[in-house]
Each structure stands twice: as C-alpha cells, then as structure tokens.
C-alpha cells in the first residue's frame, strides 16, 4: 500500500507479519492434542491468516488492481471464521448458534452485495468491514454477558475461549475507525502511515493474544458438586443404616 | 488553496482516526475490566456460599453420626439394664442345685424363669419394633401413623388423627421409613413443646410428588425459625429432619394458615414407588 515506508514502519510491518507464526507455534507446543473444535477453528484461522499474508504480498508486488479482492475475501472468511468459532464456544442452546447462522448468511449476503454491486471490485471494502466489526464485536460482548450470567465457577480468564473473544473484540475495536476510512482516505499518505501503524499494531497484539489463549489450561471439572455429592451419599449411608 | 482545505480535511479526519480508535481500544479494555472484575465478585461470593453450604453439611452429618450413636447406647442400654437382669434372674433360678430340690419347688422356679423369659422375648421384641415398627414394614406409612396416634390418643391429652387421600401405591420401603421417623420427630416436637390440643396428618398424591401435611394448634415454628435452628449447634431433632428430607430428595416448610391459627408442616417427596 506504501511505495516509500520509513524504516521503522518497515520493521512494523515485518514483526507484524511474522506475529502470525506466535500463535500457531504455541498452538503446535501446547494444543496439538487438544480436540476442542473452537480451538480448532482459531488454529485454521491463524493459518489462513498467514496464507494470506502471503498472497497479499504477491497481489500487491504483481497485480496492485486486484487487491482488493484479497481484502474483501479476507473480510468474509475472516468471519464465516469467527463465527464457527462462536458456534462451538457458546454453550449449548440451540437459539444462540441458529442465530449465528442467520447472522453469517446476513453478512454473506450483504458482503456480497456490497463487493459486487457497490464496489464493483475496486475499492476497499470499508463498509463490510465496519459491519463485521460491529457484528463481531456485538457476538463479543453478548459472549461476556454469557460468561457473567453463568454461575461457573471457573475464573473467566483461566479459559482459551474467553482470550480469543477478547482477542477479536479488541482488534476490531481498534481497527473498526480505520476501517471504515480507508475507502475515502486510502490516497493520502498520512493515512497510510497511520494505517500501518495502527493495523500492524493490532494485529500484533492480536497474535499476542491469541498466544495467551493457546497457553490455557483445559477447563477442570467442577469440583464443588463432586464434593457436595460425596457429603450426601455419606449422609444417605449414616440414615439407611 | 484546495491543497489547504484538502490538508486541512486529512488532518481532521487523521483525528477522528486517533481518537476513534483509541476510544474503541479503552472501551474494549474498559470492556473487558469490568467483566473479569464482576466475575470475581461473583466468585468470591458463590464461594462463600459454598463454604456455608459446607458446614451445613457437615453439621446434618455431625447430626446423622450423633443420632446413630444416641440410638445405640439407647438399644445398649436397654439390653445390658433390662435385658441382661432379666435373663441373669432367669440363670439363678435354673442353675445345678435344682435338680436337687424337691419337685414343687423346681416347678415353681421352672414357672418363674419362664415368665421372666417371657419378659425377655416382648422387651427385645419392643426394642425391635423401636427400630423398625412391624406395621410400617407388613401394612404402611399409613397404618404406622394410625398405630402412633392411637397411642398418643390413649394418654387422653391431645387428639391425634390421619387421612390418607390417596395410598394405592405404597412408596419404597426405606423411603416410607425416612418420611415416617421425620412425621414421628414432628409429632413429638408438636408434643412436646407446642402444648397443641390436636393434632391432625393428611396425605395426598399430586403428579409424581407425595405430600404430607400436619396441622396443629398449638405453637408452632416457621420457615425462618426453622432455618436458624437448623444452623444452631444445638437441636438433634430438626437437624435429622433436615438430613432425612435431602437424603429423600424432598422438601419441607413450615407455615401458619391465614387466619394464624393453625401450624402447618408440609412435607414433599418424590414418589419412587415400591418395587416388587
């Protein structure tokens, strides 16, 4: 996006694409053997992620017109992504998890739309992009009521699940302005050293998060009422005999 | 001068930029601070519910092991005081000099240590029935219950009564013991320090729950009290109740009607009917 970056922002960049690897390194020391699907998920994210890169890289050096294809696919998959997450984190109720699928065929479709008919293909698809940030951020929030209406016992913080939803709500938090103007502001220069700057930012403090996440222990089963049962099978033994 | 307005735009919009995002960023951060904070509030407080859930649990099973034990120093002692007299007596009237005395005399001492075994049998008979009465065992709850207050009827002070509504179908054996001991601790509760002139016991069946309800006149207890005696150290009596209806999966509550006149004790159980 930048012809001639200041070399501080060419490290940015750098640390900020190779960020990428931390999670899926972590993945590979301490999740390989997990098989829980949410995780799963953010495994195969972290790998497109980095895929990617790679072909943003090739598009911006070869074919500079068509980027914003990779852009608009990146903003879809990115969320279809998110949201079988969310399908496999949430806890079990069939209400919530057919709303994400109705929330994932609302945004295909309006994505669809948007890339096809309003951008036609050449231009940043900023609104998408504002739409899955407050899509993700409003599942992100509901997921924090869920997790404090709950009566777990289990510090919220102590699951992988709880660090990647705060993972997506802070990077889209911070990148949701930046987003949103990168349409009309792509051409100026100033903004696109901002939107290194801060992109590069969140994105490695996404990976850093995400790292976090991989470093959760998996979730103990609940001590209390193994406890609670042993207190009244004594109990039922003392009055039967 | 377009060149200004333009520059003069970007750096506006520059600003909305910075500042949006870092006020996304604090709300998110702020976000999320107040999730984690309030989770452990509720934490801290669902622990301390537990601790008190514990010691309550320690304390109905205090209760439980302390019941056993008054149960058998009671059947213990009334072995070793009545039991053991009476068959040492029923000894010395058979021992080796009687073969050696003349014939009435071994008649009439034959005559005696019958009798005394005869004692004997009805008193470890009745130890037996303390523990598990013959009718709750060979004809119900309900029959028990009539056999209890015919006997409390006989002291001719208070008025003891029962009606089944519905009892085709018997419950468990060892559920029907349970709801029996807490009904007998009840009455003898009513008794003993409610001064009531009657007292009357209903049963009735709705859905898969049998209920169970006594009224009284006299002074009675409510739910609160019952709950602060239930966390006292003293009082065997209602902490065994306790332990008996969650050993019984049930519940029990203690009210007074509306016109403050009569006590009521309702009990609800499970119905787990007797298998065959």
């Known amino acids: 996006m930048v012809l001639n970056q200041p070399a501080i922002l060419s490290s940015i960049t750098l640390i900020s694409n190779f960020s990428d690897l931390l999670p899926l390194v972590f993945f590979l020391l301490f999740k390989k053997n997990n098989n829980e699907k949410s995780l799963r998920v953010i495994f195969y994210y972290i790998i497109y992620c980095i895929i990617n890169e790679a072909i943003g890289y090739y598009f911006y050096e070869i074919h500079f017109k068509n980027i914003f294809i990779v852009f608009a696919i990146y903003t879809v998959v990115e969320f279809s992504f998110f949201c079988l997450f969310y399908y496999y984190a949430m806890p079990s109720g069939g209400r919530i998890k057919k709303g994400v699928l109705l929330i994932w065929s609302l945004f295909f479709t309006f994505s669809c739309i948007d890339f096809f008919l309003i951008n036609q293909m050449n231009a940043f698809d900023s609104i998408t992009s504002g739409v899955e940030c407050i899509f993700i951020i409003l599942l992100c929030i509901y997921y924090l009521v869920v997790q404090l209406k709950g009566s777990n016992n289990l510090f919220v913080y102590s699951t992988s699940n709880f660090w990647i939803v705060i993972t997506f709500l802070i990077y889209l938090s911070g990148t949701f302005f930046l987003y949103i103007m990168t349409e009309n502001m792509i051409k100026d220069r100033a903004f696109q050293i901002q939107y290194l700057i801060i992109n590069s930012s969140f994105n490695i403090l996404k990976n850093v998060l995400l790292s976090i996440a991989m470093l959760m222990k998996e979730t103990p089963p609940n001590e209390q009422a193994q406890k609670n049962k042993n207190w009244d099978d004594r109990l039922s033994y003392n009055l039967k005999n | ?276």
């Open chain 2, 1 to 276: 001068m377009y060149f200004l307005q333009a520059s003069g735009n970007s750096y506006g919009l520059s600003n909305v930029l910075i500042f949006g995002t870092i006020g996304m960023f604090v709300m998110a951060i702020t976000l999320v601070s107040v999730v984690v904070f309030h989770q452990r509030r509720v934490i801290k407080f669902n622990k301390q519910l537990q601790k008190m859930e514990e010691e309550k649990q320690q304390m109905l099973l205090k209760a439980s092991i302390n019941f056993q034990e008054e149960e058998r120093q009671r059947i213990a002692a009334d072995l070793h005081d009545d039991a053991g007299p009476l068959l040492a007596t029923a000894r010395l009237y058979l021992n080796e000099n009687l073969i050696h005395q003349e014939p009435a005399i071994q008649l009439q001492s034959i005559f005696s240590a019958k009798q005394i075994i005869d004692d004997s049998i009805q008193l470890i008979r009745n130890i037996s029935h303390s523990l598990m009465p013959p009718t709750l065992k060979n004809f119900g709850l309900e029959s028990a219950m009539k056999d209890l207050f015919e006997k409390i009827n006989g002291s001719g002070v208070i008025n003891a009564s029962t009606r089944f509504h519905d009892n085709r179908e018997r419950l468990r054996e060892d559920q029907e013991l349970l709801v029996f001991r807490i009904l007998q601790e009840l009455v003898t509760n009513i008794i003993k320090h409610s001064c009531a002139g009657f007292i009357h016991l209903t049963q009735n069946v709705q859905g898969n729950f049998s209920y169970f309800r006594i009224h009284h006149d006299g002074k009675g207890i409510l739910q609160e009290e019952f709950e602060k005696l239930n966390y006292d150290s003293g009082g065997l009596g209602l902490k065994n109740i306790e332990s008996r209806i969650k050993v019984l999966k049930g519940n029990i509550s203690f009210d007074i009607d509306s016109t403050q006149t009569y006590y009521k004790v309702t009990i609800e159980v499970p119905r787990e009917p007797a298998r065959n």
